[in-house]
Structure formats: C-alpha cells, structure tokens
T-cell receptor
Framework: TAGITQAPTSQILAAGRSMTLRCTQD?????MYWYRQDLGLGLRLIHY???????GKGEVPDGYSVSRANTDDFPLTLASAVPSQTSVYFC???????????FGEGSRLTVL | GQNIDQPTEMTATEGAIVQINCTYQ??????LFWYQQHAGEAPTFLSY??LDGLEEKGRFSSFLSRSKGYSYLLLKELQMKDSASYLC??????????WGAGTKLIIKP
C-alpha cells in the first residue's frame, strides 16, 4: 500500500531558485496538508486543502503556494527559495471519520 | 494564543514504564492525538482521545482530562525500538491540529 508518496526525498537548492515538492495519495482522502518540521519546533502547517479545488493558508504560508487540481495530488511550490526555508517538509492526508493523519516520508530541503 | 507543552527529552530503562505528559491551551477542543516519530521518519498515529479517561492499546495507553487541559502517554515494558519522539497534538474548534514540539524518548539498556 503506497499511502502518501512525496518527491524528492531530499534536495539542495540555491537561494532564489524555484522548487516544487510533489505529493500524491491513493487513499481518496479529501483533506491534505503540508507541514514543515524544524528542530525544537512542532509541526507547523503551511497550507491545507479540505477538498479538491480548494486551498487554505496555515500558520506559515508566506513564500509557499499550493494547488489541488484533483483529489490525489497536492504539490507545494517555493517560488523563490530563501535559506529560512531549509527544513523537512511533510505532506499528509486525513481520514474524515477518525481525523487520523497519514504522513508521507518527508522531503528534506536545504536552501543555500 | 494556543499552546501545547511537553517535555523536550526523557530517558528511561528497557523494561520499565514511562509517562510522557502534555498540557494544552487551545481555542476549543475536538480531540487529542499522540504520534510516534522515529528519527528521520514520518510521524505515525498512536492514539486519539476525545473523552476523559484512559484508552489502552497494548503496551501504550493515553489519558485525557479536558478540565485540566492535560494528557499523558504511558508506555509499559519499554523496548529499545520505543526510542523515538512522541508528538502531542490537539484539534481546535476549527478542526485544525496544534502540535507540541515533541518529546524525545531515549531508552537505555
């Protein structure tokens, strides 16, 4: 069972460049999320989507954009990367009945 | 503001019992989750509490007191593989999850 697939697993990016982190789920969950995880801090929500065609801003949305063209895919784009965006990024989807989150394996991004 | 507090790090001995506490202050409450995260891996679901009391699931139990804004995760018969970070998260009135920074649990032989 694939669950949630993220790509790339890791990436080094020059500041000012753009980057899209891909996320695909096969569980037909309506809600999807992008989090960043930094040492000493809790998971912080970047953007979310409650259903295909809709997106919303989370706690730390600046510098990031998302789209939700269909149920399965939820890409995260950094238009012009900055070093403070160095982090581990997790995509997740949630079961509407239990609220349980299912996470992808994470994408480690380093911006130099 | 909304806040989730849990200890940064705890150490316990293999075979023993450990209790990881979580206190919260959130705008509304729609349930509390515990997740386990091994180093370099994704968080995985452990438990969900929405009513007061103890939920037991094998070696792991989770307790909730809504009036006190308090939960704990109890791990029994500790094994080396239980070395991980344990994340507490509360679902607020908008059904958004607020996450604690996590408790790193170190198990010693």
């Amino acid at each position: 069972t694939a669950g949630i697939t993220q790509a790339p697993t890791s990436q080094i990016l020059a500041a000012g460049r753009s980057m899209t982190l891909r996320c695909t789920q096969d569980m037909r969950h309506n809600a999807m999320y992008w989090y960043r995880q930094d040492l000493g801090l809790g998971l912080r929500l970047i953007h979310y989507s409650n259903t295909a065609g809709t997106t919303g801003k989370g706690e730390v949305p600046d510098g990031y954009s998302v789209s939700r063209a269909n149920t399965d895919d939820f890409p995260l784009t950094l238009a012009s990367a900055v070093p403070s965006q160095t982090s581990v990024y997790f995509c997740a989807s949630s079961d509407k009945n239990t609220g349980e989150l299912f996470f992808g394996e994470g994408s480690r991004l380093t911006v130099l | 503001g909304q806040n989730i507090d849990q200890p940064t790090e705890m150490t316990a001995t293999e075979g023993a019992i450990v209790q990881i506490n979580c206190t919260y202050q959130t705008s509304g409450f729609n349930g509390l989750f515990w997740y386990q995260q091994h180093a370099g891996e994704a968080p995985t679901f452990l438990s969900y509490n929405v009513l007061d009391g103890l939920e037991e699931k094998g070696r792991f139990s989770s307790f909730l007191s809504r009036s006190k804004g308090y939960s704990y995760l109890l791990l029994k018969e500790l094994q080396m593989k239980d070395s991980a970070s344990y994340l507490c998260a509360v679902m607020d009135s908008n059904y958004q999850l607020i996450w604690g920074a996590g408790t790193k649990l170190i198990i010693k032989p």
